[in-house]
């Protein structure tokens, strides 16, 4: 494709964790390489299936995707939500396993995919920024894995109250404000939570009456950090 067509998305693909460090020019030179696509999908059309392999990277451009994994009992798991910028099957990609999630866009968006294996066989000409990139898709990778690790910590905490105090300290730390707004939606941090909707709500409702936060939609205010910290020690 003509790299001119990726221009107005040149300054979101330089905050991504794949191209980080990267010049302007190290970016069109890598993508002139890497010869990458970009796709539009339509809202509920699935972009990577889940039982099936793939040998591409996905950069979210623009809309929202989440990818579901299906249990035994054929419920339905939300494992991650990527907003603009997020990266998927850069772990897939590069074992050549089948996917165990499925990926189906949220809103309607527009992906970048760029090859793994043109990554992994840089061309011939040997520039310095192939092994930056191979670098920062070692580092997009590792930083995955600790988020998974993070993930299942959540699952193993006992507690609706001791799950949502870790949970929004975090965050709070994360944001480095008291007052900050979270992507998920009230059924995905449900989910993510491995608990009930009802259940989580209930259980918001309870902290907003015993003055420990206040909330907005998706945006919360912490009131009293150091009581919802000892929650967390329970």
């Given amino acids: 494709m003509d790299t001119s067509a990726l221009s107005p998305f040149t300054g979101l693909l330089l905050e ?25 999908f339509a809202k509920g059309e699935i972009i990577q ?22 249990t035994p009992d054929g419920t339905k798991v ?6 603009k910028g ?31 294996d043109k990554i992994m066989r840089p061309c011939p ?7 930056k990139l191979l670098q920062n898709w070692v580092c997009t990778i590792s930083e995955k894995y600790f988020s998974l690790n993070r993930r299942v910590d959540f699952l193993i905490l006992k507690g609706m109250r001791t ?15 008291d007052t900050f707004t979270i992507s998920l939606s009230r059924a995905a941090l449900a989910e993510y939570l491995n608990c009930e909707r009802s259940a989580l709500c ?19 205010k912490l009131l009293n950090k150091p009581q919802m910290e000892q929650h967390c020690q329970r």
């Fill in 16 to 40: 991504t964790s794949l191209f980080q460090g990267f010049s302007q020019s190290e970016l069109e030179h890598i993508l002139g390489c890497l010869t990458p696509s970009i796709r539009g």
């Fill in 49 to 70: 299936m889940a039982g099936y392999p793939t040998r591409q990277i996905g950069i979210l451009l623009a809309g929202q995707l989440q990818a579901m994994k299906t």
């Fill in 78 to 83: 939300s494992i991650a939500t990527l907003q």
């Fill in 86 to 116: 997020g990266i998927f099957g850069d772990v897939l990609s590069a074992s050549g396993t089948k996917s165990p999630v499925t990926v189906l866009a949220v809103q309607p968006c527009r992906i970048l995919f760029l090859s793994a």
């Fill in 125 to 131: 000409s040997g520039h310095g920024c192939h092994l």
């Fill in 163 to 177: 799950k949502l105090c870790t949970y929004l300290l975090e965050q709070s730390q994360q944001a480095g404000a």
């Fill in 202 to 220: 209930r259980e918001l409702s309870r902290m907003r009456q015993e003055g420990l936060i206040e909330t907005y939609k998706n945006s919360f």
